[in-house]
């Protein structure tokens, strides 16, 4: 499990770890459990910046948190919702879709859901309170639920990533993860429930799309499913903060 761990960090984010792990089925497995585990460092990582930098001044604490959470993943999962985008809402059967997900350059759609979802975040942050435990929630929110979506939804390619990772069957552990969240949610406030289950049901509906544009998943779907979850969730506790006392 530590091989896993260690992996996750190593393929999940830029933080320097400098420890060989071999890239099989074990450890690819137990990399895909430790997803939300990644997502709360990242999601602490990133708070800390805000924590220390908001008493001065909001606007630069909640850009640069945003700025520290997008280099601590390399703009991994950007990339995948950039590539999911041009593919998607380019309206081709399905084999020029894959061909358009897989092309290095980023098309328009992909610039402007890049965009459109950088200041969606930006905006979040500056509107939530409790900052620091919502946005480590809603990066383990994301991770939880791309591993689960990894785990039962079936991949679009025999030979791309998104076969790899479903292919090390993962599906008792990312059960177990879930379990477990669920009991620290609840204990924390159990209204922090909704937001997860928003999270969800997003998830299935990208899901839904992409098996019927390209007939499953591909690593950039899971990238576009974690960074949309990641504003889903965000969203949802401002909701839930709003609306619910």
């Known amino acids: 499990m530590i091989k896993g761990l260690i992996l996750s960090?190593?393929?999940?984010?830029?933080?320097?770890?400098?420890?060989?792990v071999d890239f099989n089925e074990?450890?690819?497995?137990?990399c895909i459990f430790f997803m939300p585990l990644v997502g709360a460092i990242i999601g602490s990582?990133?708070?800390?910046?805000?924590?220390?930098?908001?008493?001065?001044?909001?606007?630069?604490?909640?850009f640069l948190t945003l700025l520290t959470s997008i280099i601590?993943?390399?703009?991994?999962?950007?990339?995948?919702?950039?590539?999911?985008?041009?593919?998607?809402?380019?309206?081709?059967?399905?084999?020029?879709t894959l061909e358009i997900m897989q092309d290095s350059?980023?098309?328009?759609?992909?610039?402007?859901?890049?965009?459109?979802?950088?200041?969606?975040?930006?905006?979040?942050?500056?509107s939530i309170e409790?900052?620091?435990?919502v946005l480590i929630l809603s990066f383990v929110n994301s991770r939880l639920v791309a591993s689960q979506i990894i785990a039962f939804k079936k991949p679009a390619r025999s030979d791309g990533l998104g076969n790899l990772f479903h292919k090390s069957n993962p599906s008792k552990v990312t059960i177990i993860n879930t379990v477990i969240y669920l009991i620290i949610i609840i204990l924390i406030d159990i209204k922090y429930l909704i937001?997860?289950?928003i999270n969800y049901l997003f998830a299935e509906f990208i899901s839904h799309i992409a098996c019927k544009k390209i007939d499953g998943l591909t690593g950039d779907v899971y990238g576009a499913i974690i960074e949309l979850?990641?504003?889903?969730?965000?969203?949802?506790?401002?909701?839930?903060?709003?609306?619910?006392?």
């Open 9 to 20: 960090i190593q393929f999940f984010t830029r933080i320097p770890i400098k420890i060989q």
């Open 26 to 30: 074990k450890n690819i497995r137990y």
């Open 229 to 245: 979850g990641v504003a889903v969730s965000l969203f949802s506790f401002w909701s839930v903060m709003t609306w619910i006392s």
């Open 130 to 133: 409790n900052l620091p435990l």
């Open 195 to 197: 937001p997860l289950g």
């Open 45 to 62: 990582l990133s708070s800390i910046i805000f924590y220390l930098l908001e008493p001065h001044n909001k606007l630069i604490a909640a």
């Open 72 to 96: 601590l993943t390399g703009g991994l999962h950007i990339d995948g919702l950039a590539d999911t985008f041009d593919g998607f809402l380019a309206n081709k059967d399905r084999q020029k």
């Open 105 to 126: 350059r980023i098309g328009s759609f992909g610039v402007l859901a890049i965009v459109l979802h950088i200041i969606f975040i930006l905006i979040l942050i500056l």
